[in-house]
């Protein structure tokens, strides 16, 4: 898994430098060619959206334990993003010196103030917007929080049945081991038993051939 994520950071730092390359170029356009300018960095930042997509179902793949100094990277490639659109959405109704006295022309007083205008209310739209997706990124950012918290309580639940299955199991074999010390303690009674009655038998068979003995002593001894 570490090695998909390292090929994504790859390719991640190959397209965030094509951008800020071509962001930088940007305000010294005008016409179709800063359009065209336009659409291809805005094109290559939806791939790197998708890259940072990528590294996060990647990251979410790895073992809990590996996992924070991934997040770590991933956060840090997602602000170096933001910072990015920001730089691009700025660059786009920016203009260097020698394009704007290119675009004003002779009119340069009235319609430098129209342009300043008009630049401060695409920079008030810009700000509501980045307000939006800050709005939106910690959403899903408390999405995550909550997927990882349901991970990890899934993965403590499984821990629990497998602990609660070995308890189970010991409960099984003391319950086998005191059945098979109960019969074991049933059979050693039994032997007990067999032993006293059997040494009551020798003593009275003892007894009778004691007496019987005694008993034709005296006979004898009385004939005589």
């Known amino acids: 898994m570490s090695s998909d994520f390292e090929a994504y950071e790859q390719d991640f730092g190959t397209l965030t430098a094509e951008i800020t390359n071509k962001v930088g170029r940007i305000p010294k356009l005008s016409g179709e060619e800063k359009t065209q300018l336009v659409l291809n960095v805005d094109k290559q930042l939806e791939e790197v959206r998708e890259l940072l997509e990528q590294m996060d179902?990647?990251?979410r793949e790895i073992?809990?334990?590996?996992?924070a100094m991934f997040n770590s990277r991933l956060k840090s490639y997602k602000q170096e993003v933001e910072k990015l659109e920001k730089d691009f959405?700025?660059?786009?109704?920016?203009?260097?010196?020698?394009?704007?006295?290119?675009?004003l022309?002779?009119?340069?007083?009235?319609?430098?103030?129209?342009?300043?205008?008009?630049?401060?209310?695409?920079?008030?739209?810009?700000?509501n917007t980045e307000k939006l997706e800050r709005s939106s990124?910690?959403?899903?950012?408390?999405?995550?929080?909550?997927?990882?918290?349901?991970?990890?309580?899934?993965?403590?639940?499984?821990?629990?049945?497998?602990?609660?299955?070995?308890?189970q199991r010991a409960r099984e074999r003391l319950r086998e081991t005191d059945a098979?010390?109960?019969?074991?303690?049933?059979?050693?009674?039994g032997m007990l038993r067999r032993i006293i009655q059997n040494r009551f038998l020798v003593f009275i068979l003892g007894a009778i051939?004691?007496?019987?003995?005694?008993l034709a002593i005296y006979f004898n001894l009385r004939r005589r």
């Open 57 to 59: 179902l990647e990251v």
């Open 63 to 67: 073992p809990v334990q590996s996992r």
């Open 89 to 103: 959405k700025r660059s786009r109704i920016a203009y260097s010196d020698e394009v704007r006295n290119e675009l």
């Open 105 to 127: 022309g002779d009119d340069a007083g009235s319609s430098e103030n129209q342009l300043i205008k008009l630049r401060e209310e695409r920079a008030h739209l810009l700000d």
């Open 137 to 167: 990124r910690r959403l899903e950012a408390g999405y995550q929080i909550a997927v990882e918290t349901e991970q990890i309580g899934q993965e403590m639940l499984s821990n629990l049945n497998t602990d609660r299955e070995k308890i």
């Open 180 to 189: 098979n010390l109960g019969k074991s303690s049933r059979i050693l009674t």
């Open 209 to 214: 051939i004691l007496i019987t003995i005694i």
